[in-house]
């Protein structure tokens, strides 16, 4: 497959660029990138005149069968909204509801230019069925945790077990994280476990981290210690994903920029759960890498990774009042690139290389009334983050495999897929 004549976003040394580059796909892989390359006879060619040649947005914390929660319970806190209302919904979720649940978020996600998630979830063999028929690509797990007692929590190890023993090993599509749900829900012994199951199976580890301001206490008192603590004292030598820390201290810092760990901002959810906004200027300046998440649709609205991005690179201006805040372009990087990082996949995902797998997406900047907010086009980098929105993405590449052209959808019906999500409401 050639994509021909796009503006492709490029990253050379710390800088992102935009080049008029032609790209040549075989089968999954970037096979040549350069500034003409001429179709062969019967190559599938893809004109990206007037458009955006990307790579594939990466989201680093979701709950994807959150889907049926889109729009519900606004104004509770983190706990309330945790304890009333979503976890007594979800104890009475079937295995279907979460496969139709996720099949719509995986619409959302390839409609919206998102082509890697890091997932956290349950019945996650049903959320594999689901990513394996999109052919889209994702990290997944089964969530731990006791603070509901030893019974239900040996279920939630056994169900860890099964899902990554059962896994299809020729599917480098889906790999595994090992997910403790946080440091207020897991003890000593189930973060042991955790460890002990991430070495095993030589796995990262993907846990909330310092969302809200009460977690700080409830950390102390169960284990002791400062969550940064608790992580270095059972994940040291492990990769490691924490998703918001928004409360994150300067002794923190300390702690984390030591250990192999990466910080997944979800700007939407945080603000959406009154959690404040997380220092991530500061985090980047500190040398941590920070990655950009959209958490479940329940707290971050929706999984359009335009959106985030552009409301990431703005509030930033919230909490800082100087000219040193982060800009479009780490703004970008944050989707991609140390997304992958964040993965441990940056060697295959992330950037548009010669070598590496084809998960790209085409932004359609074409001067007419529907981009007309983009228009004059002076600085596209900036009108990607600012000015660009999920819809704007016409042709979703992942692993070498068009799964969306010209915003239509490959291998999943779509008027099914919400037909089957709409039946679920249990909210
Ligand atoms: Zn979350």
Redesign the pocket.
């Known amino acids: 497959m050639l994509i021909k004549n796009g503006n492709v976003l490029t990253f050379e040394n710390d800088d992102v660029a935009i080049k008029k580059l032609d790209i040549r796909i075989n089968q999954n892989i970037i096979e040549n990138i350069s500034e003409s390359i001429e179709a062969e006879d019967n190559e599938k060619v893809i004109d990206a005149k007037n458009k955006i040649v990307m790579p594939g947005l990466i989201n680093t ?1 979701a ?1 994807i069968a959150m889907s049926i929660f889109r729009g519900t319970f606004e104004g509770c806190d983190l706990y309330t909204w945790l304890n009333e209302k979503i976890w007594p919904i979800e104890a009475n979720l079937t295995p279907d509801d979460i496969y139709n649940a996720s099949m719509v978020s995986i619409l959302e996600m390839i409609s919206t230019g998102t082509t890697c998630v890091n997932d ?1 979830y349950f019945f996650s063999n049903k959320i594999r069925e689901a990513f394996e028929k999109s052919k889209m690509r994702a990290v997944i797990t089964r969530v731990l945790m006791d603070s509901d007692g030893k019974e239900a929590s040996n279920i939630r190890i056994k169900e860890f077990i099964e899902l990554y023993e059962s896994r299809n090993k020729n599917n480098n599509l889906i790999t595994y994280t090992v997910s403790p749900h946080g440091l207020y829900t897991c003890s000593s012994e189930i973060l042991q476990i955790s460890k002990e199951l991430a070495i095993k199976y030589n796995l990262p580890i993907h846990t ?1 981290f310092l969302e809200s301001i009460s977690e700080i206490e409830n950390i102390k008192k169960l284990h002791g210690d400062s969550a940064s603590n608790v992580i270095k004292k059972y994940f040291d030598g492990l990769k490691i994903i924490l ?1 918001h820390g928004v409360k994150i201290n300067d002794e923190d810092i300390r702690i984390l920029k030591n250990l192999d760990c990466s910080i997944s901002h979800n700007p939407i959810s945080n603000l959406r759960l009154g959690c404040k906004i997380a220092d991530i200027t500061k985090y980047l300046n500190e040398g941590l890498n920070v990655s950009l998440g959209t ?2 649709q329940g707290s971050g609205n929706n999984l359009d990774m335009f959106e985030t991005m552009k409301i990431a690179g703005l509030i930033q201006g919230g909490i800082h009042e100087n000219e040193n805040r982060i800009g479009s372009k780490d703004v970008i990087k944050m989707a991609t690139i140390n997304g992958a990082k964040a993965l441990g996949l940056e060697k295959e995902i992330g950037s548009i290389e010669k070598g590496k797998k084809a998960d790209i997406i085409i932004v359609n900047m074409e001067e007419k009334l529907d981009n007309i907010k983009m228009m004059p086009n002076l600085n596209v980098i900036s009108n990607l983050v600012y000015n660009t929105e999920g819809r704007c993405v016409d042709t979703t590449i992942i692993n070498g495999e068009i799964l969306m052209e010209d915003r239509k959808i490959k291998n999943i019906n779509v008027e099914e897929a919400i037909k089957n999500c709409k039946r679920i409401i249990k909210c």
């Open positions: 914390h709950h956290h909330h998703a958490d479940g």
